[in-house]
Nanobody, 123 residues
Framework: QVHLVESGGGLVQAGGSLRLSCAAS????????MAWFRQSPGKEREFVGGIYWGSSITNYADSVKGRFTISRDNAKNTVNLQMTSLKPEDTAVYYCAARSWALSEKAYEYDYWGQGTQVTVSS
């Protein structure tokens, strides 16, 4: 079992930056692929980006590529999402997720989820 807790959400103006963190507890963190998803009202949960287990290989959705950066610290059992050049369309609840296999963009393939943290970008 893996327990995930996100933090760092908030309100920011367009063009600003935020850093989200996801703290994991439970099984060996380094053996899990970690990902960030987001969901806004009336929309499906969408893949933002992820980082492979045991490495620093990342993958991002086209909508955030070049603006968002994911990193992980296996010693601290955390994964971070640095968001820059934020846009109003980035407004959503952001979720951290984990799975013990390859990185996937499909939410249903993830076994563990955090409770989410709200990010609101004002224009």
């Amino acid at each position: 079992q893996v327990h995930l807790v996100e933090s760092g959400g908030g309100l920011v103006q367009a063009g600003g930056s935020l850093r989200l963190s996801c703290a994991a507890s439970g099984r060996t963190f380094s053996s899990y692929t970690m990902a960030w998803f987001r969901q806004s009202p009336g929309k499906e949960r969408e893949f933002v980006g992820g980082i492979y287990w045991g490495s620093s290989i990342t993958n991002y959705a086209d909508s955030v590529k070049g603006r968002f950066t994911i990193s992980r610290d296996n010693a601290k059992n955390t994964v971070n999402l640095q968001m820059t050049s934020l846009k109003p369309e980035d407004t959503a609840v952001y979720y951290c997720a984990a799975r013990s296999w390859a990185l996937s963009e499909k939410a249903y393939e993830y076994d563990y989820w955090g409770q989410g943290t709200q990010v609101t970008v004002s224009s």
